[in-house]
């Protein structure tokens, strides 16, 4: 079973700061998804990725394959991006199986 | 992307009682999955619910337990029975697109449950 991993499981920084959260993993992956969740408990899918790098506004998103190893990364950062933010994987090999959860990084930005 | 809303949204139940929750998708949906998300923790996998046979359960998860049902590619319901305080969570519906979205995942807003 997929070992997740994710650094710093909390986050307080002033606005405008540039963020960056790590996730590694233990074993191979066919997708690795970035997800937000807010005080009142919704998830939102910010990111699916099985290589390289995505990027939507703020967020960016890289992930290396060989070294088990995602990060997301906010630029400008604001008040509103304050939520916990979970690394998912789906591990490879096929088959139904779900997401393996990290366990979230919670951050906190300070106007 | 997929549209996917929970009933109820939040419950507070006895001790001893169940509770049936539902997760209806806008589109056909192949994958459907069930996850709990304990007070300060992160997602746990229940279980996969199968479209015409029986779910599958995660290591810990058992049907007597949390039975599931999958009568369609657009809806599912899991059960908590035998309520205890320890199922205190929220309960989230997931699905995984098909087609353009494949892979993709995506979330219902869950179920808060509180046993009292």
């Known amino acids: 079973k997929n070992e ?3 650094s710093p499981q909390n986050l307080t920084a002033q606005e405008g700061e540039f963020i960056t959260i790590n996730c590694s993993y233990s074993v191979g992956i066919s997708a690795l998804h970035w997800l937000q969740q807010h005080p009142g408990g919704g998830i939102v899918s910010l990111f699916m990725l099985s290589s390289g790098k995505k990027k939507h506004g703020r967020l960016i998103a890289t992930i290396n394959i060989q070294e088990k190893h995602s990060s997301l990364h906010i630029t400008a950062s604001h008040p509103r991006d304050s939520a916990v933010y979970i690394c998912a994987v789906r591990s490879s090999g096929g088959g139904a199986d779900g997401l393996t959860f ?3 990084t ?3 930005i300070q106007p | 992307s997929a549209v996917i809303s929970q009933k109820p949204s939040r419950d507070i139940c006895q001790r001893g009682t169940s509770l049936t929750i539902q997760c ?5 949906v192949t994958m459907m999955f069930w996850y709990r998300q304990q007070p300060g923790q992160s997602l746990t996998l229940i279980a996969t619910a199968n479209q015409g046979s029986e779910a599958t359960y995660e ?3 058992v049907i007597d337990k949390f039975p599931i049902s ?11 029975s035998n309520m205890s305080p320890e199922d205190s969570s929220i309960y989230l519906c997931s699905v995984e697109g098909r087609e ?6 995506f979330f219902g807003p869950g179920t808060r449950l509180t046993v009292l």
């Open chain 1, 4 to 6: 997740v991993e994710q």
């Open chain 2, 24 to 28: 209806q998708v806008d589109s056909q």
């Open chain 2, 70 to 80: 999958r009568p369609n590619l657009t809806f599912s319901t899991l059960t908590v």
């Open chain 1, 102 to 104: 990290g366990k979230g």
């Open chain 2, 59 to 61: 290591s810990g998860f």
């Open chain 2, 100 to 105: 353009e979205f494949y892979n993709e995942q």
């Open chain 1, 106 to 108: 919670h951050l906190i």
